[in-house]
Nanobody
Framework: QVQLVESGGGLVQPGGSLRLSCAAS????????MGWYRQAPGKQRELVAT??????NYADSVKGRFTISRDNAKNTVYLQMNSLKPEDTAVYYC?????????WGQGTQVTVSS
């Protein structure tokens, strides 16, 4: 069993920045891709960013503003969010893949509002 715990969410004004963290723990033997998804009320869950080895991928809506990074020694993935917009408001979920299974965190709320 793998547990993922997100932190760093909160309220920020448009144009501001937040840094999300996701720490993985438990029965980790080989954790492959890690990433972030988000879901706003009444909308579908959408991919934000993933990191697999040295390869990163981003949704078009966040390219140039968000940066995903990974500390393999700590089994932690980060999401640096800059130039935040109101449309970035959502619950952000951390995900990790291991042994053919996707694991999910409980989510952290990000609200961008003046």
């Amino acid at each position: 069993q793998v547990q993922l715990v997100e932190s760093g969410g909160g309220l920020v004004q448009p144009g501001g920045s937040l840094r999300l963290s996701c720490a993985a723990s438990g029965s980790i033997f080989r954790l492959y891709a890690m990433g972030w998804y988000r879901q706003a009320p009444g909308k579908q869950r959408e991919l934000v960013a993933t990191v697999t080895g040295g390869t990163t991928n981003y949704a078009d809506s966040v390219k140039g503003r968000f940066t995903i990074s990974r500390d393999n020694a700590k089994n932690t993935v980060y999401l640096q969010m800059n130039s935040l917009k109101p449309e970035d408001t959502a619950v952000y979920y951390c995900t990790g893949h291991q042994g053919g299974v996707n694991y999910w965190g409980q989510g952290t709320q990000v609200t961008v509002s003046s």
